[in-house]
């Protein structure tokens, strides 16, 4: 059971570029979750997802696509990347159901946009 | 909307004292309050949990203690050590409308001085 797995675990992209950021999950839970956070702050919510196809907007969503095509999967999607994108990415998931609610994040991915 | 605050950012303690954390949240209808440590570089990781229906929960030297009433729930960490430096956020998750997210604290950063 490896739990909630990010790739990759550090990327550069370059102002314009894009890229997604890969998020899978192995214990069949419902909610999955993406945030950012930036050096010596909290947790933003990006998207979230409460079941294959199945998305909805966080706080800060904008610059940032997501699709649930499948329960296990969850990637992000970042078109023309920007300086403001530079931060640490992780994913999360939790089953969601009463005596379930435990969230697990992923080991995070880090971006550097230049 | 749901809110939940946290109190305070930074909190610097002795090595073998204790250290609180506070935090309030706005929906009345929230039934489930984790607290996660993040330390340095990793993932956020669930350290103790509350649910609605307890007033205190112990895990060896953490504690969580709830006041529905005032909604307010604090953290409890007693006889310190280096290892608990690190940054602790709390959370909720809201009445059943709004059961798909959890809402985090700002965290607050400890340091444990030797």
């Known amino acids: 059971n490896a739990g909630v797995t990010q790739t990759p675990k550090f990327r550069i992209l370059k102002i314009g570029q894009s890229m997604t950021l890969q998020c899978t999950q192995d214990?069949?839970?419902?909610?999955m979750y993406w945030y950012r956070q930036d050096p010596g702050m909290g947790l933003k919510l990006i998207y979230y997802?409460?079941?294959?196809?199945?998305?909805d907007k966080g706080e800060v969503p904008n610059g940032y696509n997501v699709s649930r095509s499948t329960t296990e999967d969850f990637p992000l999607r970042l078109e023309l990347a920007a300086p403001s994108q530079t931060s640490v990415y992780f994913c999360?998931?939790?089953?969601?159901?009463?005596?379930?609610?435990?969230?697990?994040f992923g080991p995070g991915t880090r971006l550097l946009v230049l | 909307g749901e809110n939940v605050e946290q109190h305070p950012s930074t909190l610097s303690v002795q090595e073998g004292d204790s250290a609180v954390i506070k935090c309030t949240y706005s929906?009345?209808?929230?039934?489930?309050f984790p607290w996660y440590k993040q330390e340095l570089g990793k993932r956020p990781q669930l350290i103790i949990d509350?649910?609605?229906?307890?007033g205190e929960k112990k895990d060896q030297r953490i504690a969580v203690t709830l006041n529905k009433t005032a909604k307010h729930f604090s953290l409890h960490i007693t006889e310190t050590q280096p290892e608990d430096s690190a940054v602790y956020f709390c959370?909720?998750?809201?009445?059943?409308?709004?059961?798909?997210?959890?809402?985090f604290g700002s965290g607050t950063r400890l340091s444990i001085r030797p």
């Open positions: 999360a998931s939790r089953q969601g159901t009463s005596g379930e609610e435990t969230q697990y």
């Open positions: 509350i649910r609605s229906n307890v």
């Open positions: 214990m069949n839970h419902n909610y």
């Open positions: 929906d009345s209808a929230s039934n489930y």
């Open positions: 997802s409460v079941g294959a196809g199945i998305t």
């Open positions: 959370a909720a998750i809201p009445g059943y409308s709004s059961a798909s997210k959890i809402i």
